[in-house]
């Protein structure tokens, strides 16, 4: 049997397009039935991993000693991290301690997304103190609200007043998932691939859904708010590409759908998972090994 989102009745606007919305409930967007859910090829997952693992052996055999051989015997004791289709050196996270105030706005953006989500809209004017009060029992979160401490006072408080912003614009947009649709908040999304050598890596700030029983049943949503213009653009398409990928090589099952949202821009912008839109993800991982 196969087991939905939710009741999903809710209809798409006439003459507007599922992608790129600026609706008033991005919610209702993100799973409205506007195209049947596709059936599951379960082959399709092990084709695209020996696609990257072949892929990954011929990187190997052109390594340099500059650059860690990867896809044969003796790989590197850290392996090569590709994150959100973007090679990185190492699977070693940089330290909260060293963020500066754009990664901090990112990480109260996500906070405050993810909250209202879950809770609702986050109490006024206390949006700031809720957030990094989340922040504190995190992973990182002792570091994290370091990092704020030492800000100067006019940092910390444009801080507060981004994070005020953003919740103001988050929670006019989105409204609290219902529990039938088991959201998950936060979640790596990780794929070794190449004996270890490799993996692939993405989070989801918001997954949505079962897991597939036939037909495709997860929506994966990442914050994008970075960067503006074609770079920007360009790199919200490789983090789509990377959770699809992702989530496919990890669960077996592609997702149903994909999306970025820009809280600076209020836009969501939103892929159907296809089987092309699969193998552009390959190439990206591919090709981030290869430029190294």
């Given at each position: ?156 408080a444009s ?69 503006r213009g ?34 600076g821009a ?27």
């Open positions: 049997m196969t087991v939905a989102l939710a009741p999903l009745r809710l209809p798409e606007p006439a003459n507007e397009p599922d992608r790129g919305s600026w609706g008033p409930d991005l919610l209702a967007r993100l799973v409205s039935p506007a195209l049947p859910r596709p059936t599951i090829d379960h082959g399709l997952a092990g084709g695209l991993r020996a696609w990257l693992d072949d892929g990954i052996a011929g990187v190997g055999r052109a390594g340099t000693p500059e650059r860690p051989v990867v896809g044969r015997a003796g790989t590197p004791e850290r392996p090569v991290v590709v994150r959100d289709g973007t090679l990185v050196r190492s699977a070693t996270l940089a330290r909260p301690s060293a963020l500066g105030l754009r990664e901090l706005r990112a990480c109260l953006t996500r906070m405050v997304f993810r909250l209202t989500l879950v809770q609702g809209a986050l109490r006024h004017p206390l949006e700031f103190e809720d957030a990094l009060c989340a922040i504190s029992v995190t992973e990182h979160g002792p570091e994290l609200l370091d990092a704020v401490g030492r800000l100067h006072p006019r940092e910390r801080l507060g007043a981004f994070t005020r912003a953003r919740a103001s614009v988050i929670s006019a947009q989105w409204r609290p998932v219902p529990a039938a649709w088991l959201p998950r908040t936060g979640e790596r999304l990780r794929a070794p691939l190449g004996g270890g050598a490799v993996v692939v890596h993405a989070t989801a700030d918001l997954v949505l859904g079962r897991p597939s029983e036939g037909a495709a049943s997860v929506c994966l949503v990442r914050l994008h708010d970075e960067h074609p770079l920007g653009t360009a790199r919200a398409q490789h983090a789509r590409r990377a959770l699809a990928l992702a989530e496919t090589l990890r669960s077996g099952a592609p997702p149903w759908r994909v999306a970025t949202y820009d809280p209020r836009h969501l912008d939103c892929d159907e998972v296809t089987e092309e839109l699969l193998a552009d993800a390959v190439r990206d991982v591919l090709e981030a090994l290869e430029r190294g």
